[in-house]
């Protein structure tokens, strides 16, 4: 059964950096790509940032373009979020979920139950 | 990239059925077959229910239905239960190499 555990997440001061992970199990994870979708206290969904599974290319949000980064390492199953100057807007839940294959947008199935992460003075 | 337009909320008594919109633009739900929906219940992890407009994911079931029509996809529940009660997102894919989910739906079951 495949799985996601994502961790990083924490309290943070506006202008600080932080990084998720996503740690993957139960599937081939170079085979997958992979993406970030955020959700703020009591808001909607918000997609983040994309991955190819092979990691030769990546897609963002405008919301986060040029702060945030997402990146892989298949050797060790694992997703990343780079998250740079973050301001009190970035205060969410993130997750982490897989694609359908290597379609990045065709649906996201499992999620991971989240990292929080907290942007405040 | 503007969030897809759907119904703050909508209710249903079980055994009936209910349809929910998701109404975009032709860059995004209008111009490409990868619509999603997702559903998420209170302090759960969103659950895949429909992808490619009108797949179902194994395990999902059938009394869930997804379709296309313009700009505006539709995902409906027939029978409704009350473990459907939950929220529900659409998603597309978009011109911008982007992905955009709607603002998202209030199933009560009454």
């Known amino acids: 059964e495949a799985q996601l555990v994502e961790s990083g997440g924490g309290l943070i001061r506006p202008g600080g950096s932080l990084r998720l992970s996503c740690e993957a199990s139960?599937?081939?994870?170079?085979?997958?790509?992979m993406t970030w979708v955020r959700q703020a206290p009591g808001k909607g969904l918000e997609w983040v940032a994309s991955?190819?599974?092979?990691?030769?290319?990546?897609f963002n949000a405008d919301s986060v373009r040029g702060r945030f980064s997402i990146s892989r390492d298949n050797s060790m199953n694992t997703l990343f979020l780079q998250m740079n100057s973050l301001t009190v807007e970035d205060t969410a839940l993130y997750y982490c979920?897989?694609?359908?294959?290597?379609?990045?947008?065709?649906?996201?199935?499992?999620w991971g139950q989240g990292t929080l992460v907290t942007v405040s003075s | 990239q503007s969030a897809l337009t759907q119904p703050a909320s909508v209710s249903g008594s079980p055994g009936q059925s209910i349809t929910i919109s998701c109404t975009g633009t032709?860059?995004?739900?209008?111009?490409?077959?990868?619509v999603s929906w997702y559903q998420q219940h209170p302090g759960e992890a969103p659950k895949l229910m429909i992808y490619?407009?009108?797949n179902r994911p194994s395990g999902v079931s059938n009394r869930f239905s997804g379709s296309k029509y313009g700009n505006t996809a539709s995902l409906k529940i027939s029978g409704l239960q009350a473990e459907d009660e939950a929220d529900y997102y659409c998603?597309?894919?978009?011109?911008?190499?982007?992905?955009?989910f709607g603002g998202g739906t209030k199933l009560a079951v009454l």
């Open positions: 979920a897989r694609g359908a294959g290597n379609f990045v947008f065709r649906g996201f199935d499992p």
């Open positions: 139960g599937f081939t994870f170079s085979n997958y790509a």
């Open positions: 991955i190819r599974g092979s990691g030769s290319e990546t």
């Open positions: 032709s860059s995004d739900v209008g111009g490409y077959d990868y």
């Open positions: 490619d407009v009108s």
């Open positions: 998603s597309s894919y978009t011109t911008s190499r982007t992905l955009v």
